[in-house]
């Protein structure tokens, strides 16, 4: 699977939309791009994923280059509750081993 | 709809002891991955299960680790002799089919004193 890379840490004022960014110049044309967060003490958890078109869920929109090397997840209103650290993974849907980066820590200011 | 149920969500046990993690995965999957997660790290995978069979452990050291996922009940992580370098979160997970999504659960954490 492709590597992606992501900020490392990221502030966002509450109520405020929150951007992350994620680059993945390297996925492949059957690769999609998963994101799960995880707050602190929890288990990961699934917020989107997409693999050539924008999607929107209830959590947030993924937004997908055209040429599909970077991608951004956003939050539309974040909330205290959003502080977490973002995970962007490239997967190809036959495999079932999710490789974790560091993810991009995202703290929401009140 | 129930998520991925894990338990026991926090584990103590002195080393030399075994640790039995428990996992239900969601209503209609019948796939089950294991990950840990050490103390700063990221998650790391461990072992593919579905029921009755264990189609990948390649992430599993090979000693003093085990899982299972038998025809009835939950899918198992035992952990025998545990050693300090054991004391980890341990996450559980299931999908439906190996290439839909995984979701997971809330974790269970180790501390071996």
């Known amino acids: 699977d492709a590597k992606t890379t992501q900020p490392p840490s990221m502030d966002c004022a509450e109520g405020r939309a929150a951007n992350l960014p994620c680059n993945h110049s390297?996925?492949?044309?059957?690769?999609?791009v998963y994101w799960y967060r995880q707050i602190h003490s929890q288990g990961p958890q699934y917020i989107i994923h997409?693999?050539?078109?924008?999607e929107t869920n209830e959590m947030a929109s993924l937004i997908i280059t055209e040429d599909r090397k970077s991608s951004t997840l956003i939050l539309p209103h974040a909330t205290l509750r959003d502080t977490a650290v973002y995970y962007c993974?490239?997967?190809?849907?036959?495999?079932?081993?999710?490789?974790w980066g560091a993810g991009t820590k995202l703290i929401i200011k009140p | 709809n129930a998520g991925v149920m894990q338990n026991p969500r926090h584990l103590v046990r002195r080393r030399g002891q075994e640790a039995r993690l428990r996992c239900s995965p969601m209503?209609?999957?019948?796939?089950v991955y294991w990950y840990r997660q050490l103390p700063e790290e990221g998650l790391k995978f461990m072992v593919y299960?579905?029921?009755?069979?264990?189609?990948?452990e390649s992430g599993m050291p090979k000693e003093r680790f085990s899982a299972e996922f038998p025809k009835e009940g939950p899918s198992i992580l035992r952990i025998q002799q545990v050693v300090r370098g054991d004391s980890a979160a341990y996450f559980c997970?299931?999908?439906?089919?190996?290439?839909?999504?995984?979701?997971f659960g809330e974790g269970s954490w180790l501390t071996v004193v």
């Open positions: 997970a299931s999908s439906s089919s190996p290439g839909n999504t995984i979701y």
């Open positions: 299960l579905q029921k009755e069979n264990i189609i990948d």
């Open positions: 209503k209609g999957h019948s796939h």
């Open positions: 390297t996925i492949s044309g059957n690769e999609y």
């Open positions: 997409g693999l050539k078109n924008n």
């Open positions: 993974i490239v997967r190809v849907d036959s495999n079932y081993q999710l490789i």
